[in-house]
């Protein structure tokens, strides 16, 4: 049973329009999110996270938006450059001691030129 | 950069025989883990370790097993290679248990003829 879910598999969008990349979660247990960003053949990276008591979070051209009562949360990059083009994964650990991150099954993110 | 090194990066082996990847780190980090990541599937969690000679499964882990003797080093093995495991295997680590920030390897791609 998968607790978080991105149901997209991709996205394409056009050099300086906005990305929305969506995440759904089960678990309301959750004490906060996170978005993963991985290049071809390179290990994911961190990008930005947001806590469950928070709704926004804003890095540069990257934020982060929650809906707890929807167990939804988007990530918008504005503008969408062409390095921006990568896999994204949304993640939420477990709760406990020793927790363990949770993966959405990721979404290819195009940008065209 | 978080001082994680994988090998080998790049395996090629037949059904049934071992298997052993290697993961190590020079950032004396507690926690360590391997993810595999296949299309579809995104990353899903096989073993982890929050400690020497700590270790506990993940939510993919038959087939696997993992030894970590000291912090630098987290092994993951396939005692009798199947095609399924065919996959690309990331080691992670973490500094605490429950923030969710993991610093990942570049991977090591495994091919199970």
């Known amino acids: 049973d998968q607790q978080v879910k991105q149901n997209s598999p991709s996205l394409s969008v056009q050099e300086g329009r906005i990305s929305i990349l969506n995440c759904d979660y089960t678990?309301?247990?959750?004490?906060?999110f996170l978005w993963y960003k991985k290049y071809p053949a390179e290990g994911p990276t961190f990008l930005i996270s947001?806590?469950?008591?928070?709704d926004k979070n804003e890095d540069g051209r990257f934020t982060v938006f929650l809906n707890k009562s929807a167990k939804h949360l988007s990530l918008h990059i504005v503008p969408s450059q062409p390095g921006d083009s990568a896999v994204y994964f949304c993640?939420?650990?477990?709760?406990?001691?020793?927790?363990?991150?949770?993966f959405g099954k990721g979404i290819t993110l195009s940008v065209r030129p | 950069d978080a001082g994680i090194t994988q090998s080998p990066r790049h395996k090629v082996t037949e059904t049934g025989t071992p298997v052993t990847l290697r993961c190590h780190q020079t950032?004396?980090?507690?926690?360590m883990y391997w993810y595999r990541q296949d299309p579809g599937h995104g990353l899903r969690l096989i073993h982890y370790?929050?400690?020497?000679?700590?270790?506990d499964k993940g939510e993919v882990s038959d087939g696997y097993s993992v030894s970590r003797s000291k912090t630098e080093d987290f092994l993951l093995t396939l005692e009798s290679a199947t095609s399924s495991q065919t996959s690309v295997y990331f080691c992670?680590?973490?500094?605490?248990?429950?923030?969710?920030?993991?610093?990942f390897g570049e991977g090591s791609r495994l091919t199970v003829l």
């Open positions: 370790s929050y400690g020497v000679k700590d270790t």
């Open positions: 992670a680590i973490s500094g605490q248990g429950n923030t969710g920030e993991l610093f």
């Open positions: 947001i806590s469950s008591i928070k």
């Open positions: 678990n309301s247990m959750f004490d906060y």
């Open positions: 993640a939420a650990p477990s709760t406990g001691a020793n927790s363990k991150l949770t």
């Open positions: 950032e004396n980090h507690r926690y």
